[in-house]
């Protein structure tokens, strides 16, 4: 991400800005805060999506998993191991 940096001005509660201050040097406060937003902020992205998709996958659609996805896997694997489609 090649952006500049603006200044932001928010409030914090008083004991998480104090551990903040105390916990890492004060040229690095920003950058410590930053990367927790990123974070936070991918984080909350994360579950929106989640939320969304929740249901797009339909048991109608994909009966080959009726049967558990381990079994399905396990019938790839044998499948695409080498040799066996020299011996068929």
Request: aromatic share 6%; proline share 5%; charged share 30%.
């Amino acid at each position: 991400m090649a952006s500049g940096t603006r200044q932001a001005n928010f409030t914090l509660p008083e004991a998480l800005l104090e551990e903040l201050r105390k916990a890492v040097p004060k040229g690095e406060q920003s950058k410590v805060v930053g990367e927790a937003l990123r974070n936070e902020l991918a984080r909350i992205r994360f579950k929106k999506v989640l939320q969304t998709s929740f249901g797009a996958w339909k048991a109608e659609r994909h009966p080959e998993l009726a049967k558990g996805t381990q079994r399905f896997i396990r019938s790839l694997r044998k499948s695409a191991r080498p040799g066996r489609l020299a011996a068929q």
